[in-house]
């Protein structure tokens, strides 16, 4: 068991990414669908600007650590893309990802996800 699997208490929903609609938006299925992801981050609460996947300077208001282990088949299947929304626990709905961070730790290989 890797050392960030043992901080990540917190359950959150990765909502998966469908397909772009007619104007070359992302649609999702709807909340609480099989495509839907369980599984548990470890939440961060704080602001702070980071560059999002176009390179502009956006404000992040929440910082989500997940293990790479959700890649796996039986988990998401592929890797998280900022197409992908999360819903986190207690709120009424899911947030964009503005920017997906993977550091070079090749002991624990994890994900730090920012979201608007």
């Known amino acids: 068991m890797s050392m960030i699997n043992a901080y990540c208490v917190d359950d959150l929903i990765i909502v998966k990414?469908?397909?772009?609609?007619a104007w070359g938006e992302p649609t999702w299925a709807s909340s609480g669908s099989a495509s839907d992801l369980n599984c548990k981050g470890y939440i961060v609460w704080k602001t702070q600007l980071v560059?999002?996947?176009?390179?502009e300077e956006v404000?992040?208001?929440v910082m989500i650590y997940l293990p790479k282990k959700?890649?796996?088949p039986?988990?998401?299947?592929?890797?998280?893309?900022h197409?992908?929304?999360i819903w986190?626990?207690?709120?009424p709905i899911d947030r964009a990802i503005v920017a997906i961070v993977e550091p070079k730790d090749f002991s624990h290989p994890?994900?730090?996800?920012?979201?608007a």
């Not at 560059?51 to 390179?55: E, P, S």
Request: charged share 40%; net charge neutral.
């Open 51 to 55: 560059r999002d996947f176009k390179g």
């Open 74 to 81: 039986k988990c998401l299947g592929r890797r998280l893309m």
């Open 70 to 72: 959700i890649e796996k």
């Open 17 to 21: 990414w469908g397909s772009n609609d």
């Open 83 to 85: 197409e992908d929304r």
């Open 110 to 115: 994890h994900y730090e996800i920012y979201l």
């Open 59 to 61: 404000t992040s208001s």
């Open 88 to 91: 986190l626990p207690n709120e």
